[in-house]
């Protein structure tokens, strides 16, 4: 089992930054695969970025490739989301997840096990 907690959202102008983290509970963090998922009004949740355990392997979402990046410190138990250049698109809430299993998809809501409560992130033009 794991809890997750982001912090960091809040409001930003159009082109402004933001960095996001997702604190893990219990002492194996380094075993889950992490990931940032976001869901907009109206809107399905869909995926922003994942790493694997080791932070050696990332993808990206389209839309948020060469703006956002994703990080991890296993020995702080954190997972982090850099956004730069940000855009009124992005408005979301942004959610933090892991799983503890080997899957070879990342991308989809039902390849993670734990999620947190949700962090918002407003970007106004």
């Known amino acids: 089992q794991v809890q997750l907690v982001e912090s960091g959202g809040g409001l930003v102008q159009a082109g402004g930054s933001l960095r996001l983290s997702c604190a893990a509970s219990g002492r194996t963090f380094s075993r889950y695969t992490m990931a940032w998922f976001r869901q907009a009004p109206g809107k399905e949740r869909e995926f922003v970025a994942s790493m694997n355990r080791s932070g050696g392997s990332t993808f990206y979402a389209d839309s948020v490739k060469g703006r956002f990046t994703i990080s991890r410190d296993n020995a702080k138990n954190t997972v982090y989301l850099q956004m730069n250049s940000l855009k009124p698109e992005d408005t979301a809430v942004y959610y933090c997840?892991?799983?503890?299993?080997?899957?070879?998809?990342?991308?989809?809501?039902?390849?993670?096990?734990?999620w947190g409560q949700g962090t918002q992130v407003t970007v106004s033009s």
């Open positions: 997840a892991a799983r503890d299993y080997y899957s070879g998809s990342y991308y989809q809501t039902s390849d993670y096990n734990y």
